[in-house]
């Protein structure tokens, strides 16, 4: 009754002011601008600015979700004191803000080119994606280690110790066991540093070389400029790309769940009773 509908009306309330109505604003906007602007959309700058987006999200989503397996194997293989250190301290990075991490690498490289200015690791860093890379990987890789570590909760050690009882080495154990076993985990890792990775503006707009903007420092710069027309292009693909980990993440439990129903014994009157 009015109950009820009260209730979801309350629900749906913050999914339509905060998603749905700044989406139809853009799309709004983005069709004024294909229409009105003289030249149309500018699809060939579009294009760029999504191939720099995708290639530098794709190289940090390989990266971290490689380096939360190797970490997660390493802990699960002796789970000494360093490597827990170095876990939780990976975990810290998503907390910290862009900007505050851009500054963090910017420092010592501005030290290392007043004390040594020939060394070309500074030029490296500032001139080229590394340091971009580094401030992902720093930030993001905390993702990609909580997902991998939630798919190793789910294998018992028990698989482990029978497979070194029979004989297999570490690296056969990861490659031939866990990373079939992993491979959800994994890529549900991957995917969310990508999708993080596509929508980072701070660190991205300090440490960027020349020539690489992103769609999020694209959308920024537009925006500032009042160019809203013009920024509903790349903000429209961003939240576009937000949205793929979320059905395929969706899609991914409800099979999960569908299975273990179909799993699970029958339980009936008498099993009940006793």
């Not at 789970?79 to 690498?105: C, D, E, F, K, T």
Request: glycine share 6%; hydrophobic share 60%; aromatic share 8%.
């Amino acid at each position: 009754g009015a109950a009820a509908a009260f209730a979801v009306a309350l629900c749906t309330l913050p999914v339509a002011l905060g998603f749905v109505l700044p989406v139809l604003w853009l799309a709004w906007m983005l069709w004024q601008e294909a229409h009105n602007a003289e030249l149309g959309l500018p699809l060939a700058r579009f294009a760029a600015w999504a191939w720099t987006s995708f290639r530098l999200a794709g190289s940090a989503a390989l990266l971290a979700a490689a380096l939360a397996l190797a970490l997660a194997f390493a802990l699960r293989q002796r789970s000494g004191l360093l490597l827990q250190v170095s876990a939780r301290v990976l975990s810290l990075g998503y907390a910290v803000p862009g900007a505050v991490m851009a500054i963090g690498i910017l420092l010592p490289m501005g030290w290392l080119q007043q004390r040594w200015p020939q060394a070309p690791i500074a030029a490296a860093v500032t001139g080229t994606l590394l340091g971009v890379m580094v401030a992902y990987l720093s930030r993001f890789s905390a993702v990609a280690l909580q997902s991998v570590e939630a798919g190793y909760a789910r294998v018992p050690m028990a698989v482990d110790e029978t497979a070194r009882m029979l004989g297999a080495r570490p690296w056969r154990l990861f490659v031939q066991l866990h990373a079939p076993l992993l491979r959800r985990s994994s890529l549900a890792a991957a995917l969310l540093v990508f999708v993080d990775v596509m929508k980072e503006l701070p660190a991205t707009l300090v440490l960027r070389p020349f020539n690489s903007d992103t769609l999020a420092v694209v959308a920024y710069q537009l925006a500032r400029d009042e160019r809203l027309g013009e920024a509903a292009l790349p903000s429209l693909a961003l939240v576009l790309v937000g949205l793929v980990p979320v059905v395929l993440l969706s899609r991914a439990l409800r099979g999960e769940r569908k299975k273990e129903a179909r799993n699970a014994p029958e339980t009936t009157d008498a099993s009940l009773i006793v």
